[in-house]
C-alpha cells in the first residue's frame, strides 16, 4: 500500500506538471504567433526608410552631411540580443559565441535580455551596458528607443540577434547599421525629386536616426519570435519527456493494483480453504455415501 500511495503521489505532480507546461505552452505559442506577424511590418518600415534615404541623398547631391556617430568620435558599439527568460536551451550560447567571434578590440558591447546577461557573465564576457529584453510585440518600439539614445552617436553600430527560421528554429545573425551604407546612398535616382520641407543634410541627418531605430526594432521583433519559437521547442520536448513518464506511471500503477487484486483473491482462496478444513467433511462423507 505504501508503494502504491507514493506511485499515486509521483502521478499526481507529474500530472499537475504537464498542465503547467501545457498552459505555458500556449501563452508561449501566442507570443510566438504574434512576433512572427509583427516582423513584416517591422521590415516594412525599414524597407520605407531606405526608400527615404536613398531619396534624401539624391537631393544631397555631394554634400556630406553630419549623419549620426559621424561627429561623436568614440568607440563602435555591438549590441547583442539574447533571451528574457529561461526554457531557451542554446539560445543565449549561440548569440555570445559569435559576439565572441566578431566582436573588434575595444568595441563597446550592450546586452538585451537578462538570461543573455547571465549567461556573459559564465563565460567571461564584458559589457558596458544591459537591457531588459521585453516578452511583448508593444513593447518592442520603447526598447529600440532607449537602445538607439545610448547608441546613437557611435561612430559605428551593429546588431547580433537571432532570426526565426521554419521548425521552430533560427539563425543567428549580424548586421551593421551605421554607418550608412554605401548602397543605401547609391540606391539610384528618381525621376522627379521628392517632396521636403527640411533641408536635404537635415532630412539625411534625421533619416539616418530613424534607420537606426528601424534596424534595431527590426532586430529585437525577429530576436523575440526566435526566442519564443527555441523555448515553445523546449516545452514540447519537456511536454513529451513528462507524457513518457506518466504512461510508465500508469503502468506502473496498473501493475501495483493488479498484484494486490491477486493478493485478495490468494487470500479469499486460502481463507476459503482454512475455513473447510476446520469444518471437517460433510455427513454424507462420514456415512461413506
Known amino acids: 500500500m505504501e508503494h502504491l500511495a507514493k506511485v499515486k503521489a509521483r502521478l499526481t505532480s507529474l500530472t499537475e506538471l504537464h498542465d503547467l507546461v501545457g ?5 508561449t505559442a501566442t507570443q510566438a504567433k504574434e512576433a512572427q506577424r509583427a516582423i513584416s511590418g517591422t521590415q516594412s518600415y525599414a524597407r520605407v526608410i531606405e526608400h527615404a534615404i536613398a531619396g534624401a541623398a539624391q537631393l544631397a547631391g555631394g554634400e556630406k552631411p553630419d549623419l549620426p556617430g559621424a561627429s561623436g568620435g568614440g568607440r563602435g558599439v555591438l549590441i547583442a540580443v539574447g533571451a528574457e527568460h529561461g526554457f531557451v ?16 578590440p575595444g568595441e563597446r558591447l550592450v546586452l538585451v535580455g537578462s538570461r543573455g546577461l547571465a549567461r556573459a557573465r559564465e563565460m567571461a564576457i564584458s559589457c558596458e551596458g544591459s537591457h531588459r529584453m521585453t516578452s511583448r510585440v508593444a513593447g518592442i518600439p520603447a526598447l529600440a528607443r532607449r537602445i538607439c539614445k545610448e547608441t546613437e552617436t557611435a561612430p559605428a553600430v551593429r546588431i547580433v540577434f537571432a532570426a526565426p527560421r521554419a521548425g521552430a528554429r533560427f539563425e543567428v545573425r549580424e548586421r551593421a547599421i551605421l554607418p550608412l551604407s554605401p548602397r543605401l546612398l ?8 521628392p517632396l521636403h520641407h527640411l533641408a536635404p543634410a537635415d532630412l539625411l541627418q534625421r533619416l539616418s536616426s530613424e534607420y537606426l531605430f528601424a534596424e534595431v526594432a527590426r532586430a529585437l521583433m525577429e530576436s523575440l519570435a526566435s526566442e519564443s519559437n527555441a523555448r515553445l521547442s523546449t516545452m514540447d520536448a519537456a511536454a513529451r519527456n513528462i507524457d513518457d513518464r506518466l504512461d510508465k506511471l500508469q503502468h506502473e500503477l496498473r501493475r501495483i493494483r493488479q498484484e ?3 493478493a485478495d483473491l490468494l487470500d479469499v482462496v486460502t481463507g476459503t480453504e482454512a475455513v473447510m478444513n476446520e469444518a471437517g467433511p460433510h455427513r454424507g462423507e462420514e456415512d461413506g455415501v
Open 186 to 193: 547609391e540606391a539610384g535616382t528618381r525621376p522627379v525629386p
Open 260 to 262: 494486490e487484486i491477486t
Open 89 to 104: 536551451g542554446g539560445f543565449d550560447v549561440g548569440i555570445l559565441t559569435r559576439v565572441q567571434a566578431i566582436r573588434a
Open 23 to 27: 498552459a505555458l505552452r500556449s501563452m
